[in-house]
């Protein structure tokens, strides 16, 4: 096992989504900067501290089965685009792991959270607001396959996996 880091949670998606998002995150994300895969992040920085229940309560939410999920809009990043997503059981699990490690969220986890895939992140504004009139002229929300939960140690670069949780 490597050195300990912080630990992000996200929400692993179905494979066509998975695959839908990748493409459009490869067309959008600056190409130097785009070295993950599309991601709906649950938090960004846990301690490491945190991995054996990190993953005794990924495993727990897995077997409650399959959330519902949507892509529902697309939204301003102010320098980037993302997909805006709406789950009440994502949002409904989140909420519990949030209480429950409350003294230990950094500040962006402890503020409520916005659940959405970026496709586009640190680019110019205007970049930004074109694409967003782009994607935004043609959308129509669709159904996301949620197939479980991941959590990966951070290094400042690629994500290493700490462990993966796939729904019953």
Same mark, same amino acid.
């Not at 920085?45 to 077997?63: G, I």
């Not at 129509?140 to 991941?150: D, K, V």
């Given at each position: 096992?490597?050195? #300990? ?10 494979? @066509? @989504? ?6 459009? =995150? ?20 846990? !301690?490491? /501290? ?6 005794? %309560?990924?495993?727990?939410?897995? =077997? ?8 529902? *809009? &697309?939204? /301003?990043? *102010?320098?980037? &685009?993302?997909?805006?997503?709406? /789950? $009440?059981?994502?949002?409904?699990? =989140? ?7 409350? #003294? ?8 409520? $959270?916005? !659940?959405? &895939?970026?496709? %586009?992140?640190? &680019?110019? !504004? ?9 994607? /935004? ?10 197939? *479980?939960?991941?959590?990966? $140690?951070?290094?400042?670069?690629? $994500? ?9």
């Amino acid at each position: 096992m490597s050195t #300990p880091a912080p630990i992000i949670v996200t929400a692993l998606l179905g494979r @066509d @989504d998975q695959a839908w998002l990748d493409r459009q =995150r490869a067309a959008h994300f600056p190409r130097e900067r785009n070295f993950l895969a599309a991601h709906l992040t649950m938090f960004h920085h846990l !301690p490491p /501290s945190l991995a054996e229940e990190v993953r005794e %309560q990924l495993t727990a939410a897995a =077997r409650e089965g399959t959330p519902e999920a949507r892509i529902a *809009g &697309v939204i /301003s990043l *102010g320098r980037g &685009v993302a997909y805006r997503i709406d /789950s $009440w059981a994502l949002e409904d699990l =989140r909420a519990q792991l949030a209480d429950r490690w409350a #003294p230990v969220l950094t500040p962006q986890d402890a503020a409520p $959270w916005r !659940p959405h &895939v970026t496709i %586009q992140n640190k &680019v110019e !504004p205007e970049t930004a607001r074109a694409l967003l009139t782009e994607l /935004s002229a043609d959308f129509r929300p669709r159904a996301l396959a949620i197939t *479980g939960y991941a959590a990966s $140690w951070y290094r400042g670069g690629p $994500w290493e996996s700490l462990s993966r949780h796939l729904c019953a």
